[in-house]
T-cell receptor
């Protein structure tokens, strides 16, 4: 069964600090990997989408990395802000027929003053 | 460009009732997919429609159904509501299929079943 595991489940950091969220997957064959940010009570918003050939992608202070060999991805947040407090969801897409999006359960990030 | 619009945003129902949720995708998007989100399970795929045809369906009972109209607007219906159906229901639209295109999510419909 294709799985997407995210760690840590929750994280608290001080404003201005950096942090890294992890996503490990067993999805195969791999098509793309996405990171979403979801504020409480809102819909998820796309941060990055990476295909097999991409190993780094940035969106402002967010940088995602992908190692397709080890099936690991990370999302690095630089100089965190209070507005970064949210849930971050990793989604891995398979090339299999049928519905192919596999969702992680997310990492809940709290940035404190 | 208007985003994905979901209505209603909040609703309260009692067990045994049915509910219909609506989703208007971004103009030009032909794919609409639906998700259930609960604290314990995270996001779970319900179904996806593309040009009025259901492409895929998740592992949910037949009480959950949907449809898409010719203008790409979509509705989902849940019949015989159960307490466990309380959740945030999200829809997302895409210019391509859900697997290949970027997903744009609405703000969700928060359903509470009493």
């Amino acid at each position: 069964k294709n799985q997407v595991e995210q760690s840590p489940q929750s994280l608290i950091i001080l404003e201005g600090k950096n942090c890294t969220l992890q996503c490990n997957y067993t999805v195969s064959p791999f098509s793309n990997l996405r990171w979403y940010k979801q504020d409480t009570g809102r819909g998820p918003v796309s941060l990055t989408i990476m295909t097999f050939s991409e190993n780094t992608k940035s969106n402002g202070r967010y940088t995602a990395t992908l190692d397709a060999d080890t099936k690991q991805s990370s999302l690095h947040i630089t100089a965190s802000q209070l507005s970064d407090s949210a849930s971050y969801i990793c989604v891995v897409t398979s090339e299999n027929s049928g519905y192919a999006l596999n969702f992680g359960k997310g990492t809940s990030l709290l940035v404190t003053p | 460009k208007a985003g994905v619009t979901q209505t209603p945003r909040y609703l309260i129902k009692t067990r045994g009732q049915q509910v219909t949720l609506s989703c208007s995708p971004i103009s030009g998007h032909r794919s609409v997919s639906w998700y259930q989100q609960t604290p314990g399970q995270g996001l779970q795929f319900l179904f996806e429609y593309f040009s009025e045809t259901q492409r895929n369906k998740g592992n949910f009972p037949g009480r959950f159904s949907g449809r898409q109209f010719s203008n790409s607007r979509s509705e989902m219906n849940v019949s015989t509501l159960e307490l466990g159906d309380s959740a945030l229901y999200l829809c997302a639209s895409s210019s391509l299929t859900g697997e290949t295109g970027e997903l744009f999510f609405g703000e969700g419909s928060r359903l509470t079943v009493l």
